[in-house]
């Protein structure tokens, strides 16, 4: 009896063998390490990765939870002269609308492949990008030359109403799995006679109680690329059964002159067994004799697990860059951080409201009153306001002021720049402050300068002492050489003629 009993739950111990998989937990936060450039931009080779970092003297590694960096020290890093990389995983649980701010070059790299990169000098400047819900290994870079510097990785809320700094990052490249188990549970039923020898049904005929196990089933991590493929594990293989099980022989029970039953027993078997419903409705009415059972071949719930694929598709090598424009991007709203409200008066800010239609101008005390306050805010904010005041009905001295103002430029965008030099009438300005203008512009940005250049002639009169880009002498020793030149090859002409 020992035996067969043995035999029923032999399977059971040899499922439990494959115990479920143990997944470890994930580290929040992304890996930032800090880098000493001197060449600017720092050089990226042919994929658009920043070559030979292993060359660049490290000044500095910590761990952050968020991409959210403002003008801080950096550990023993430079204030200016500066690369930082934030490197780790980061997962969006829904489709996602980024907006990058860095001062001065940055670069989203995401699963290896480049999204986005303004890696050029610059204001803290945004760029907008869409991306699917899933899970991405992240690389964000940015460098700082000179000025202020920034990197903040935003995100739009899920009403479109409010940009909020990532925070869904973790550094050793696990993301936030869930897993699911199917159990079996095992019912035993035992019946018994007053005699001394207790008798267990199994599975193998209609006239006993089912037998069943519990076997964990583990389902796989899945990590989710740009395409959004899942790579599942391979199953376990089960064991072969045993070719045949010994035959179960049940002996019948002794036949006694009397039998003593207990004084809550009447009747031999019971009418009932106190057993599950289920099983209740199904069983068949005892027998007065017990046949031999035969058992099957092979147990019914023992058999392969299917096997794995041979192959799996491959993800693509790069992927694919991101349109030029994004005609349904929201457009980014202007909000005044609350650091401004603070510096201006209620009157101010109510003045600029009621201005942002583009019909009204400040005057010209409100003006200066805003201008002012650009030194005391951020690189973020001065950019928010120096767009409100854009917003408005902008005079020609309020072009003038805005374009002779070293503050106002180190931190503009291209976009600003162009929309307050196209303001400009050169005509109109005096000496005074067309050399203001030269000197502000001379020491702004590059981007600063390139919409200089192509909004203003800067060959006209007034401007002889600008040096443009890719220049070395201003345009007054310029237009010098060039005279040279053209009486020179004047003269050479004539000579030629006379011979």
């Known amino acids: 009896m020992r035996n067969s009993r043995w035999l029923i739950f032999a399977p059971v111990a040899i499922l439990a063998l494959f115990a479920p998989t143990v997944h470890a937990e994930p580290i929040l936060g992304l890996t930032v390490t800090g880098y000493i450039v001197s060449d600017i931009p720092p050089p990226r080779n042919q994929a658009g990765e920043v070559a030979d970092i292993h060359t660049y003297t490290e000044c500095g590694s910590e761990v952050l939870l968020t991409i959210d ?3 801080e020290p950096f550990q023993d890093c430079p204030s200016d002269g500066f690369m930082l990389h934030f490197q780790g995983q980061v997962t969006f649980d829904r489709y996602a609308k980024l ?8 670069m989203l790299r995401l699963n290896g492949a480049e999204v986005y990169a303004t890696w050029y000098d610059q204001g803290c400047s945004p760029f907008y990008v869409e991306i699917d819900a ?3 290994d992240i690389d964000v870079w940015m460098y700082e030359n000179g000025g202020g510097s920034c990197v903040h ?32 549970s095992i019912q035993e039923t035992t019946t018994s006679w007053e005699s001394t020898t207790t008798f267990t049904t199994t599975t193998m005929t209609t006239s006993t ?24 594990q391979p199953e376990p293989t089960m064991p072969e059964p045993p070719a045949t099980v010994p035959e179960l022989q049940i002996e019948p029970p002794a036949i006694l002159d009397t039998i003593v039953l207990p004084p809550e027993i009447e009747t031999f078997p019971p009418e009932t067994l106190e057993l599950p419903p289920e099983i209740v409705d199904t069983m068949p009415f005892p027998v007065d004799t017990y046949p031999t059972i035969e058992p099957p071949d092979t147990l019914p719930f023992v058999g392969l697990l299917p096997e794995p694929p041979d192959t799996m598709p491959e993800p693509p090598d790069m992927m694919p860059l991101p349109p030029d424009t994004f005609p349904d991007a929201p457009e980014l709203p202007v909000l005044l951080p609350p650091a401004i409200f603070e510096e201006l008066p209620p009157e101010l800010v109510q003045a600029l409201e ?16 805003v201008i002012d306050s650009i030194k005391d805010l951020t690189d973020v904010e001065a950019v928010a306001l120096i767009e409100q005041i854009l917003g408005t009905a902008v005079t020609a001295d309020q072009a003038v002021s805005l374009a002779t103002n070293t503050e106002v430029l180190a931190v503009i965008t291209a976009e600003q720049a162009t929309e307050i030099f196209e303001t400009l009438d050169i005509t109109v300005l005096d000496n005074t402050q067309l050399d203001a203008l030269v000197e502000a512009v001379q020491n702004a940005p590059t981007q600063v300068r390139n919409a200089f250049e192509e909004t203003i002639n800067v060959f006209d009169d007034g401007l002889g002492n600008y040096v443009p880009l890719g220049s070395t ?14 009486g020179a090859a004047t003269v050479a002409a004539g000579q030629r003629r006379n011979k």
């Open 209 to 232: 109680i089912a037998q069943s196990t519990t076997v964990p089933v583990t389902s796989a991590p899945t990590t989710t690329t740009l395409q959004i493929i899942y790579i599942p």
């Open 69 to 71: 960096w403002d003008d």
């Open 99 to 106: 907006l990058l701010y860095s001062d001065d070059g940055g």
């Open 134 to 136: 899933g899970v991405y």
């Open 153 to 184: 990785l935003m995100q739009l809320s899920e009403d479109n109403t409010l940009w909020e700094i990532v925070d869904s990052f973790t550094t050793n490249g696990i993301p936030a799995t869930t897993s699911t188990s199917t159990t079996t």
């Open 354 to 369: 009621d201005a942002s239609d583009g019909d009204i101008s400040l005057t010209d005390e409100q003006f200066d009153t």
């Open 473 to 486: 002498v201003p345009v007054d020793t310029r237009r010098t050489l060039i005279a040279v030149a053209a």
